[in-house]
T-cell receptor, first 112, second 112 residues
């Protein structure tokens, strides 16, 4: 079983709506979490990271972490067609040499 | 600064051929990683190097070898390519701090 699980989607939302991307993890020792965006044919790029329980906002993006439920989410407000991409959730596992464990990714399409 | 560079960008091999994928970074980072990405599988760690002179196996190391030539360069070698190694290969680096990984542009490898 993969340590980081994501709903592979695809997820479609209309332009201007809120897109909600979810991720669960099995390693209770995981300390920090990362959301990467990957456009088709391109490499992943970091959007946000979070390591404390609660919400973290950056522009239209909000990351949420609930360590008790082992749950991480990414909300994208006022979704734009340019947000259409695959979103990868990653966690830094406990005891690892700065390794990240990635989920399989959720494909998001924002419809104009 | 170029960040993380990878060569070649594309490669087609025949079964049994060998090749080396090159990765270089100018970010002065200690840790470097090789991933493969297959459809629906997310990013899977092949090998990593926590610092110059050290390398360790990741999740899917079989069929690969690596060399950390110096702090800047980390190469991945396929000694006898197999069709199952058809994939997109990404190199990544991370420094100190929040543990964000920076990715190279990727190498698309097809093994016939």
């Amino acid at each position: 079983q993969k340590e980081v699980e994501q709903n592979s989607g695809p997820l479609s939302v209309p332009e201007g709506a809120i897109a909600s991307l979810n991720c669960t993890y099995s390693d209770r020792g995981s300390q920090s979490f990362f959301w990467y965006r990957q456009y088709s044919g391109k490499s992943p790029e970091l959007i946000m990271f979070i390591y404390s329980n609660g919400d973290k906002e950056d522009g239209r993006f909000t990351a949420q972490l609930n360590k008790a439920s082992q749950y991480v989410s990414l909300l994208i407000r006022d979704s734009q067609p340019s947000d259409s991409a695959t979103y990868l959730c990653a966690g830094r596992s406990s005891g690892s040499a700065r390794q990240l464990t990635f989920g399989s990714g959720t494909q998001l399409t924002v419809l104009p | 600064n170029a960040g993380v560079t990878q060569t070649p960008k594309f490669q087609v091999l025949k079964t049994g051929q060998s090749m080396t994928l090159q990765c270089a970074q100018d970010m002065n980072h200690n840790s470097m990683y090789w991933y493969r990405q297959d459809p629906g599988m997310g990013l899977r760690l092949i090998y990593y190097s926590a610092s110059e002179g050290t390398t360790d196996k990741g999740e899917v190391p079989n069929g690969y070898n690596v060399s950390r030539l110096n702090k800047r360069e980390f190469s991945l070698r396929l000694e006898s390519a197999a069709p199952s190694q058809t994939s997109v290969y990404f190199c990544a680096t991370t420094g100190t701090g929040i543990n964000e990984q920076f990715f190279g542009p990727g190498t698309r490898l097809t093994v016939l």
